[in-house]
């Protein structure tokens, strides 16, 4: 039976049908525990929240890069025009370095798209 499925695959594609994958559902109560895990540390989600070694992260989601008031930007970062929509955040979340050179974010990245969208959901109840 895997062989005929391989062969209905290779047909379909060669074909030009697409064939559909369910698409998982971001999950924002896992992107919780992803960011307690990653990125509590250095940011709260707090309204107003303290800045700690990096800002708060209440409403990142559509928010200009380096807005928080009073809080310490890197050039790297003040320099950057960017602003945290869902996709710009995937890429920002996956290689800080990579799409900002010269920031000071020490974070090495989260490669793992799955929880990156989970933890972009989280981010997005946080407004």
């Known amino acids: 039976m895997p062989c005929f499925r391989l062969r209905l695959v290779l047909a379909a594609t060669l074909a030009g049908v697409p064939l559909s994958v369910p698409v998982r559902a971001a999950d924002a109560d896992a992107g919780a525990a ?38 310490r930007y890197s050039p790297a970062n003040r320099r950057a025009d960017l602003t945290f929509d869902e996709p710009t955040l995937d890429r920002y979340i996956s290689n800080p370095q990579a799409m900002i050179p010269g920031t000071v974010m020490a974070y090495p990245g989260l490669k793992d798209s799955t929880r990156r969208s989970d933890l972009i959901a989280f981010l997005a109840t946080q407004k």
Do not use: N, Y
Not at 37 to 63: I, M, N, Y
């Open 34 to 71: 992803v960011f307690r895990a990653q990125c509590k540390v250095c940011h709260s989600v707090e309204r107003g929240g303290e800045a700690l070694a990096g800002p708060s992260l209440f409403g990142v989601v559509g928010r200009h890069a380096s807005a928080v008031p009073d809080f």
